[in-house]
């Protein structure tokens, strides 16, 4: 790795950083492939593919019993920090839920209430690292929303890590089960013998993970696709390169796909950066992992002309993570609009925000930052307004709503307004809510 300026990279280079598919749309054909079998075959199908993908005979598919013993097999330390953590999370998540409220005002009332979803998916990543984690991510937010049951599948194991099952309980969730892949998130979605089908499915995971997601979005709900881990440092000269460079290889041993990238517009830091990079990876126990992320086209260290610059990439970006490490972070931070979640200064590692401030880590990524936020409260709650209008209120808004209804040739909502305005006089005469005295004038195709 070494530092690239930004004005050098060529359309490719642009490209790639710019335009993160992370596997995605090559995994799309397995995906296409698994997902049928799944819905035809159900459990048989889940087996075969956990002995095929995972090298796993699978007994059980539905462990939430072994989840709750594995809460026995953790030590003291562990289980207290899964406590701590999911604390944490509970308290910021409650901080989001709305309240339902009703106005009145000129003969309306009118107002809006939230209701959780019922039937909840949880994907809890597994494979080269245990998440448990991300299962507080998940399940925690939605048991905060009221979800009534909430269903975790991770993938399977000869023994699946007890942290991740602790986790998941502690957690709360309603039932466990083992079955990773495309495979689990089709059995969420249509449901199997076993699996009972949910009505939105969250969660991380691999570009397999996400293309089905993305295949079943429409037959079930879905948060967002979130493929591998991002993250992009923007700094100036007053940043440590030390910190910097712990921060892109924390996000880096997550999988050889993830994406790191510092932006400063300092030249000697971005050499800094590059060193400090070099020799923190030699000293990492996943160190094969984290340079095969280095050696991504979506990563790199960059130098920009000025701060602006570096700040329209950043912008263009839209990463994951932003960290930024700089004296005037939060006169940057006000020019970044596009970021999953934002870390500033030194002392704010993303691994914090990961396991335990207490905000999601289950972000947008691939640039998805630009229309949507991570996971919150708010993806487990649908909104219905309510409205209540006493006559004199729909005779004023009645002008409005037939002249409006009779534009577009709906006839039919006009009346639906005239009949609970006409009355009856004395002689049976009537008169409707245009007050022209005839009864049927205006209406939509009348000659």
């Not at 019993?65 to 308290?91: F, H, P, S």
């Not at 991570?374 to 909104?383: A, N, Q």
């Not at 639906?416 to 049927?440: F, I, P």
Request: proline letters at 4%; glycine letters at 8%; a negative charge.
């Amino acid at each position: 790795m070494q530092p690239r300026s930004i004005a050098d990279l060529s359309t490719a280079e642009r490209r790639a950083f710019f335009d993160r598919d992370a596997g995605v749309e090559s995994a799309r054909e397995d995906v296409r492939e698994i997902l049928p079998r799944v819905r035809e075959e159900g459990d048989v199908a889940l087996r075969e593919f956990s002995s095929e993908f995972d090298g796993v005979e699978v007994a059980n598919v539905d462990v939430t019993a072994e989840a709750e013993r594995a809460v026995d097999e953790v030590d003291d330390d562990t289980l207290e920090a899964i406590r701590d953590a999911i604390g944490n999370v509970r308290a910021f998540h409650e901080r989001q839920l709305p309240e339902d409220w009703r106005e009145e005002f000129e003969g309306r009332e009118l107002g809006r209430r939230f209701r959780p979803i019922d039937r909840v998916g949880v994907y809890v990543p597994g494979g080269t690292a245990a998440y448990p984690s991300s299962a507080i991510m998940g399940v925690v937010p939605a048991k905060v929303a009221g979800v009534d049951h909430v269903a975790v599948a991770t993938p399977p194991a000869e023994e699946i890590n007890p942290v991740t099952l602790a986790a998941i309980h502690e957690a709360g969730a309603d039932a466990v089960y083992s079955v990773g892949g495309a495979q689990a998130i089709g059995a969420l979605a249509y449901g199997t013998e076993t699996v009972d089908a949910v009505q939105k499915v969250v969660g991380p995971g691999n570009p397999w993970v996400t293309a089905a997601k993305a295949e079943v979005r429409g037959e079930v709900e879905i948060d967002f696709l979130a493929g591998p881990s991002e993250i992009l440092v923007l700094a100036d000269d007053t940043a440590d390169p030390e910190y910097v460079a712990a921060d892109l290889l924390a996000q880096a041993e997550h999988d050889p796909e993830a994406s790191a990238v510092a932006v400063t517009d300092d030249e000697a830091l971005a050499e800094a950066i590059v060193a400090e990079v070099d020799r923190q990876a030699s000293d990492r126990e996943r160190e094969e992992i984290i340079r095969g992320a280095l050696d991504n086209d979506a990563s790199g260290v960059l130098v920009a002309r000025s701060m602006p610059e570096a700040v329209l990439f950043t912008e263009e970006y839209a990463a994951e993570h932003l960290s930024i490490q700089a004296e005037n972070d939060e006169a940057l931070l006000d020019r970044v609009d596009n970021a999953g979640s934002v870390f500033l200064g030194g002392y704010a590692p993303v691994a914090a925000g990961d396991y335990g401030t207490g905000t999601n880590h289950v972000l947008p990524t691939g640039g998805g930052a630009k229309v949507h936020g991570g996971l919150s409260v708010d993806e487990f709650l649908r909104s219905s307004t309510v409205q209540r209008l006493d006559r004199d209120a729909l005779d004023d808004l009645a002008p409005t709503v037939t002249t409006l209804a009779e534009a577009e040739g709906l006839e039919a909502h006009a009346e639906s307004v005239r009949v609970r305005l006409r009355e009856e006089d004395a002689d049976g005469e009537g008169s409707d809510a245009s007050g022209d005295g005839t009864e049927d004038a205006g209406h939509a195709g009348d000659t």
